[in-house]
């Protein structure tokens, strides 16, 4: 019988910045930690600027849209899932009034043939200078 309680990683998403998996299976559901735009291997961050003391001078919320989106697909395919079976998506900006318009337009491009739930909200602040993160579930 197959183990109903996976942890799984992927070798191509960002590497986790916590003591945490990138998805964990449980029955027929997949739970992804949380997923930003970073690149695995780096700590680049597409199209984010930051000065000498790591602060964010500027970003390109379309660039981090298509990075975390990517993200997210990578560990859903290593997972044995995909795109098409996310079934809720939690997204988290930093900056709701600058970036929902751009971020909107995005996600619909993404999601015209699959419409998982979603709920989006705007927090303070990110683990990592990012400006959006989602958090998502999917069948397996």
């Known amino acids: ?7 799984l990683n992927s070798s191509k998403a960002p590497e986790p910045v916590g ?8 029955g027929n559901l997949l739970f992804l930690s949380g997923v930003g735009p970073r690149e695995r291997g780096t700590k680049k961050i597409p199209g984010v600027e ?6 964010i001078t500027s ?4 660039a981090q849209c298509h990075s975390v989106f990517q993200n997210v697909r990578y560990i859903l395919e290593d997972a ?5 079976k996310l079934v ?3 997204v988290f900006l930093t900056n709701m009034k600058a970036d929902f318009a751009t971020y909107n337009r995005i996600y619909a491009e993404y999601f015209k043939d699959n419409q998982p739930c979603r709920t989006t909200v ?5 683990p990592t ?8 579930i999917a069948t397996i």
């Not at 019988?1 to 942890?7: V, Y």
């Not at 003591?19 to 449980?26: D, E, T």
């Not at 930051?50 to 602060?55: F, H, S, V």
């Not at 970003?59 to 379309?62: L, R």
Request: glycine share 6%; hydrophobic share 35%; aromatic share 6%.
């Open 59 to 62: 970003y390109d919320i379309e």
């Open 129 to 136: 200078p990012i400006a959006i993160e989602l958090k998502c």
């Open 122 to 126: 705007e927090i303070s602040s990110l």
């Open 80 to 84: 044995g899932s995909g795109w098409d």
């Open 19 to 26: 003591l945490y998996p990138h998805a964990r299976k449980v």
């Open 1 to 7: 019988m197959a183990n109903q309680n996976e942890i």
């Open 88 to 90: 809720d998506v939690t």
């Open 50 to 55: 930051l000065d000498d003391a790591g602060n």
